[in-house]
């Protein structure tokens, strides 16, 4: 235990069961949760849609809300509740030091220009003229900066005073990982005392689905849960709405303010396999060996997606150990790309916290965990490439 220990201190989570740490560990404990679940909107693909949203309760500016698109505003809330968790928002000195890491999207594209340009392009050939009449006459001005990735990062510095130093990173469950694992290692070796980490997802977007269907990783069909999805037509992922942002700090700055504390996270390990050569397997279980798991039974909080190759390494590789257990947790909150990391760190830090396992979430592929679980997995193995995991302790 040293002074640089990096220690969890607020939570905020929004996901289509609801907001907030203690709404999720509710509905996540709780028996018989069923997943929320619209299979109408985008058939044959299903989501897990948002809950309502108050945006006025972190957002208190309308303004602020109507030039941000739903990610940023998702992201911006989701923040938000992080701070208040941490018994932070409030604390202008506090917010004004804090440094912040983002993993973000490209932002959402104007569908409706989309379908104006393509519409006119069955019957116009010059088609490099065409895209310019439709980027001067139809774009509004402020499209492009509500794209810009570090938009996010840039509205929860004014809409929540967080003005310290800001990195964004891009790349999906890997910028998640990136970004947690960034954060982590500032707090760790001193340079910076208190971090806001996270990232969020809109999947109820055509553009979003778009992104995943050009590479058939969309699962088709009666929804499945993640790990039961092998074989199904599609690719197997089942996309879902949500956010999730983490307050890491010192453990010297947490007891100097009586922070009320979590967890402990230990080192987060990533990793990039080469997968048309057959190395994510063994990527996962070097991983693994890095983490240094304990002897003891361990629950491993694992973001599969429900990707057929990546869900299935993954699933031989922690049932490989007979020390994990593990929890599919995307089964009830969908896949949320690059939040889905800071995610499944939240959501282990909930299980040391309470010194409770959650109940199996998919009873034909998961098995009990007795016991009080001390330290928990973190898992991402992106459905297209990146590798990570970090282990959560008592601290």
Same mark, same amino acid.
């Given at each position: 235990?040293?002074?640089? +220990? ?7 989570? /929004? ?5 907030? $740490? ?5 509905? =996540? ?5 069923? $997943?929320?679940? +619209?299979?109408?909107?985008?058939? $044959? ?64 594209? +104007?569908?409706? /220009? ?24 139809? =774009?509004?001005?402020?499209? &492009?900066?509500?794209? =810009? ?26 910028? !998640? ?10 707090? %760790? ?17 055509? +553009? ?5 269907? =050009? ?10 849960? /993640? ?17 999730? &942002? ?10 100097? %303010?009586?922070? %009320? ?5 230990? $080192?987060? %390990? ?57 929890? !599919? ?56 490439? &990146? ?9």
């Amino acid at each position: 235990m040293t002074s640089h +220990d990096v220690v969890i201190t607020g939570i905020g989570l /929004v996901s289509s069961l609801g907001e907030g $740490p203690d709404a999720h560990w509710q509905k =996540l404990t709780a028996t018989g949760t069923k $997943p929320v679940l +619209d299979a109408e909107r985008f058939a $044959p693909y299903t989501v897990h849609p948002l809950p309502e949203i108050d945006w006025n309760l972190q957002i208190a500016k309308r303004g602020d809300q109507r030039q941000m698109e739903t990610w940023q505003r998702l992201g911006t809330y989701t923040a938000g509740l992080a701070l208040d968790d941490a018994g932070i928002k409030t604390d202008e000195a506090l917010c004004s030091t804090m440094d912040m890491v983002v993993a973000a999207g490209g932002g959402e594209r +104007d569908v409706a /220009v989309d379908n104006t340009i393509l519409a006119a392009s069955e019957s116009r050939p010059d088609f490099d003229v065409l895209l310019n009449e439709k980027l001067t006459t139809e =774009l509004r001005p402020t499209l &492009f900066l509500a794209q =810009l990735s570090n938009l996010l990062a840039g509205n929860i510095s004014i809409v929540h005073k967080v003005t310290g130093s800001s990195r964004t990173f891009m790349g999906e469950e890997g910028a !998640g990982v990136a970004a947690v694992e960034t954060a982590a290692a500032r707090v %760790r070796s001193g340079q910076s005392t208190h971090m806001l980490v996270g990232g969020a997802f809109q999947t109820e977007h055509p +553009d979003m689905l778009l992104g995943y269907e =050009l590479g058939a990783y969309l699962h088709r069909g009666a929804w499945k849960p /993640v790990w039961q999805r092998a074989g199904s037509e599609g690719g197997g992922v089942v996309s879902g709405s949500g956010g999730a &942002f983490l307050v890491l700090e010192s453990r010297e700055h947490a007891e100097k %303010r009586n922070a %009320r504390v979590y967890a402990e996270l230990g $080192p987060v %390990r990533s990793g990039r396999a080469r997968r048309k050569r057959g190395e994510l397997g063994s990527t996962i279980e070097t991983l693994l060996k890095a983490a240094n798991l304990p002897q003891s039974q361990v629950l491993a909080l694992s973001g599969a997606s429900g990707g057929h190759a990546a869900t299935s390494a993954e699933k031989a590789a922690i049932d490989a150990h007979a020390g994990l257990t593990a929890r !599919g947790f995307g089964t009830l909150t969908g896949h949320m790309k690059e939040a889905q990391f800071p995610f499944a760190v939240a959501l282990a830090a909930l299980a040391v916290h309470n010194k409770a396992p959650y109940p199996v979430f998919d009873a034909a592929s998961e098995r009990n965990f007795n016991g009080i679980p001390e330290q928990v997995l973190a898992t991402a193995v992106g459905y297209h490439q &990146f590798e990570g995991l970090a282990l959560v302790s008592a601290a």
